[in-house]
């Protein structure tokens, strides 16, 4: 991250995310090529999307999404409900149009891609067929894709092997989400697109299908992802693309992120806390003051610490706290995340 | 494309609903009226098991073509055909797949029906004729199966059923297919004549005294046809 510019005394809390937030919105919208998330570019991105808007009527889905996704890397699409999220991957997979602007996957248009086979979805909401056997659809649906490995690959990788002469109609809706994702990697595809693929799955089952992704990108696919739990984000994404209001508002690596919202943390116990003085603390951003609890959020957390013991001499209970990535993700969407 | 008509194929030939509906039902029918029900003068029992014959095989095929669009219907409903929408599949391939598992299973029901005359019901016809019924019946339901692909892309779930039923009941009726259509009124005999339920079993109740298809036939079915695939054609650029 950048150093912090030097303090320019007290004011508004709002003020300065605001401008964080801008900084990083250029970004988003010009890739900077330099920028160190930018690593392990393999020739030509997985998927593209540049200057897309989208429009429903008079509301805007999408206004202005420029994306790169390198191939092996693993991103995570994040926002609120409504920012865009599952408007993106559609047009990223070529069944919406964008109202402008443009999308490749793998060099070429999506709906292409999507046709010739080198892309595995698990949308958000999808049916099954009913009246056949779990193992007759992933054989159906593998055997769309050119060259696919042997259905049991994929009934395995989703831990439905022993589901496999069961009735897709007799499932439970865990098991069925493990369908999906079966239908998903059936056919080996480069690029996996899944819009919260781990819905209904128990935590064993999040925990087997993030190996199973992760795996798959270790070999050099590329998954993109939209979910609602911002763990999983932290867990497995080597980058996230945060959305509110149709457009990127933050792009980067889980530690540019939180490092973005201000780093670390600073929580102690203070009778009679002033804000406005506790602004004034070298490296300190933001302040909150409840009761005598009181958190700053700081750059520098060993000169806000030094400062802090020197200043106030009845200050206790001090600890230390990385901001969480769902701190973040209120900064700078202004929303919670459920 | 393969893998997925493959998998349309097994559907339709295990599907126990359509099995019992679409050939089961018309073949009840049949025994009914030919070893049951005393419905025409000893005399002509002969000539009325082979009319009749030809008649419900034609029933059972329309409604096997029919209800494509019910599966569509169904499935577009249940959001499989979102799931499809990601997979390389072409739109068309779904589509073509139903067609094909479609004309595959109505063979059932038309041989079904045609054993039982055969067999239960004393028909006789030269041997050269039962094969020609079959692929005359066969493609004389060609036009349902168009308007079934239509009707599955702008209804949803039961309601396509539903409204199919309706068409499917009235068609048949119009077309003669219950009772011949000699039984109506000038003016409804008159439409039935235009109808391409009654044209799609007169092309069989001709092969029964070894005539061909009338011109007649052929183009009310070509201009069926044509009608129903323009609208399929239509309603499915719609849905997608």
């Not at chain 1, 980058?239 to 690596?253: E, H, Q, T």
């Not at chain 2, 209804?155 to 011949?180: C, E, R, T």
């Amino acid at each position: 991250m950048k150093p912090r510019p030097a303090r320019r005394g007290p004011r508004r809390a709002g003020e300065r995310m605001t401008s964080v937030i801008r900084a990083r919105l250029t970004y988003g919208t010009t890739p900077a090529p330099t920028c160190p998330v930018r690593l392990g570019r393999m020739k030509g991105n997985a998927l593209e999307l540049r200057a897309v808007t989208k429009t429903y009527g008079p509301i805007t889905a999408l206004g202005g999404v420029d994306l790169d996704v390198g191939r092996g890397e693993t991103v995570a699409v994040l926002g609120p409900n409504g920012a865009g999220k599952s408007t993106l991957l559609s047009i990223a997979l070529g069944l919406r149009a964008p109202a402008s602007g443009t999308a490749r996957v793998l060099g070429r248009p999506p709906a292409e891609a999507l046709r010739a086979g080198r892309v595995g979805v698990l949308p958000q909401e999808s049916g099954l067929l009913e009246d056949v056997r779990v193992g007759e659809l992933v054989a159906a649906v593998a055997g769309m894709y050119p060259d696919p490995p042997p259905p049991e690959r994929a009934l395995r990788a989703a831990g439905i092997e022993e589901l496999a002469r069961r009735p897709v109609g007799r499932l439970s809706g865990g098991q069925r989400q493990r369908v999906r994702f079966a239908l998903c990697v059936a056919g080996d595809p480069e690029l996996l697109v899944l819009d919260e693929p781990t819905v209904g799955l128990d935590v064993e089952g999040r925990r087997a299908l993030w190996r199973e992704i992760r795996t798959r990108t270790g070999q050099g696919r590329t998954a993109v992802f939209a979910t609602h739990y911002l763990t999983e984000a932290d867990d497995y994404a080597d980058r996230i693309v945060l959305l509110a209001g149709g457009r990127v508002v933050a792009d980067g690596s889980v530690a540019e992120l939180k490092s973005l919202v201000g780093g670390d943390e600073v929580r102690c116990v203070l009778e009679h806390a002033d804000p406005a003085e506790l602004e004034l603390l070298p490296g300190v951003r933001h302040v909150s003051v409840e009761g005598r609890a009181v958190r700053l959020r700081t750059g520098d957390p060993d000169a806000t610490l030094r400062a802090l013991f020197r200043g106030y001499d009845d200050v206790k209970d001090v600890r230390i706290e990385g901001v969480d990535l769902e701190s973040a993700f209120v900064s700078l969407t202004g929303r919670r995340s459920r | 494309m393969r893998s997925y008509l493959r998998l349309e194929l097994v559907r339709g030939l295990r599907n126990p609903v359509g099995l019992v509906m679409l050939t089961f039902f018309p073949l009840g029918l049949y025994l009914l009226w030919t070893k049951v029900l005393d419905v025409v003068p000893r005399g002509q029992m002969d000539d009325f098991a082979a009319y009749s014959m030809v008649s419900m095989a034609t029933y059972g095929a329309m409604g096997g073509a029919l209800f494509i669009g019910g599966a569509i219907a169904m499935e577009r409903s249940k959001g499989w055909l979102g799931q499809l929408a990601v997979t390389p599949l072409p739109a068309h391939g779904y589509v073509t797949a139903k067609l094909v598992s479609g004309a595959v299973t109505v063979l059932p029901s038309i041989v079904v029906v045609l054993g039982a005359g055969a067999l239960l019901s004393g028909v006789r016809l030269p041997a050269g004729t039962w094969p020609v019924l079959v692929v005359l019946i066969w493609a004389g339901v060609l036009p349902f199966a168009a308007l079934g692909v239509a009707f599955g892309y702008t209804l949803k779930g039961q309601v396509a059923n539903l409204a199919m039923m309706i068409v499917y009941f009235a068609m048949s009726v119009l077309g003669g297919l219950w009772l011949p259509v000699q039984a109506m009124p000038a003016g409804m005999r008159a439409l039935a004549e235009l109808s391409p339920a009654y044209q799609a079993g007169s092309l069989g109740w001709r092969a029964l005294d070894g005539l061909p298809p009338t011109g007649t036939s052929l183009t009310v079915l070509a201009a069926w046809t044509l009608l129903f695939c323009a609208l399929a054609v239509w309603r499915y650029r719609r849905a997608l």
